[in-house]
């Protein structure tokens, strides 16, 4: 419970970062989703929070099939400095807790900004992804 408290605080601390590539989109349109990628023992996905439509804080607690779990935990001993992102792609995020299954892929990103893909066609059905936290903002940055 301690380190759940710490990763809640540690993600509203990432209110203040930039969207990370995002762009703006038109309201019939679905983004895709940066989300910071945390743990080692247990993975937790937390959403970069920003305009709408990214004005959802989500943290989504992971099971990675053991191929993604291999390498992305590899990838964190190797790549310390570097942010690892789980990228969804295009849905609306703030109906995440009906979804079935989301999907996207796993990037590095170095200290410059530059990503690269690590692991492509992650898919996580609902029974491996749990919603640790879900609110949504009533950020005004439109």
């Known amino acids: 419970m301690h380190s759940l ?3 809640i605080v540690l993600s509203f601390t990432l209110i203040s970062l930039s969207a990370l590539g995002q762009t703006s989109h038109s309201a019939h349109s679905h983004p895709n989703h940066n989300m910071i990628l945390l743990g080692t023992d247990e ?3 937390s959403h ?3 305009k709408r439509p990214h004005n959802y804080q989500v943290i989504l607690q992971l099971e990675l099939d ?3 779990r291999q390498t992305y935990l590899k990838s964190k001993l190797e790549h310390t400095e570097e942010r690892h992102i789980l990228l969804l ?3 609306d995020i703030g109906e995440i807790e009906n979804k079935k299954t989301i999907s996207g892929k796993i990037q590095v990103e170095d200290v ?3 990503r690269r893909d690590l692991v492509q066609n992650v898919g996580l059905s609902n029974d491996h992804f749990k919603i640790v936290y879900f609110n949504e903002l009533p950020l005004s940055l439109e």
Request: glycine content about 6%; proline content about 0%; charged content about 15%.
């Open 5 to 7: 408290k710490i990763l």
């Open 43 to 45: 993975i937790f996905a």
């Open 48 to 50: 970069i929070v920003y």
């Open 66 to 68: 053991q191929k993604t």
């Open 89 to 91: 792609d295009s849905m």
């Open 112 to 114: 410059t900004g530059v």
